[in-house]
């Protein structure tokens, strides 16, 4: 997990008002999903409420910011291919990909992960 933490820094430098790293709060969880798959993420939450969250997934680090949720909490990384999207509520986690392009499907990537 330590390697996923620093290289989501870089990712992380657009939280709004450059905090410092000493007032973050940081909470690695791992995830097991369908099939035994296991899903590392880092959520970095500040002070002011802004938050961003590191995942591993199809073999590459993806940086996410936190965006408006219905329910629960929404993260998505921004991508010339596209979106990865993080959805949790409680221990459940999805992450799924929305291509470029008006026409794209959302497709899941991960499914009925749990942190219990």
């Given at each position: ?5 620093t290289g989501?820094?870089a ?10 790293w000493a ?12 099939n ?10 500040a ?10 997934v199809?073999n590459q ?18 991508g ?8 949790s ?28």
């Amino acid at each position: 997990m330590n390697a996923l933490k620093t290289g989501a820094i870089a990712g992380l430098i657009t939280l709004q008002g450059g905090l410092a790293w000493a007032e973050m709060d940081i909470l690695p969880v791992t995830f097991t999903c369908e099939n035994g798959v296991p899903l590392q993420v880092a959520y970095f939450n500040a002070p002011d409420g802004s938050g961003a969250a590191a995942m591993m997934v199809d073999n590459q680090l993806v940086a996410l910011q936190q965006v408006p949720s219905g329910s629960g909490i929404r993260y998505e990384s921004q991508g010339t291919a596209g979106s990865y999207i993080l959805r949790s509520k409680g221990w459940d986690a999805t992450v799924s990909f929305l291509a470029t392009g008006g026409a794209a499907s959302e497709q899941v990537v991960l499914e009925n992960c749990t942190s219990r």
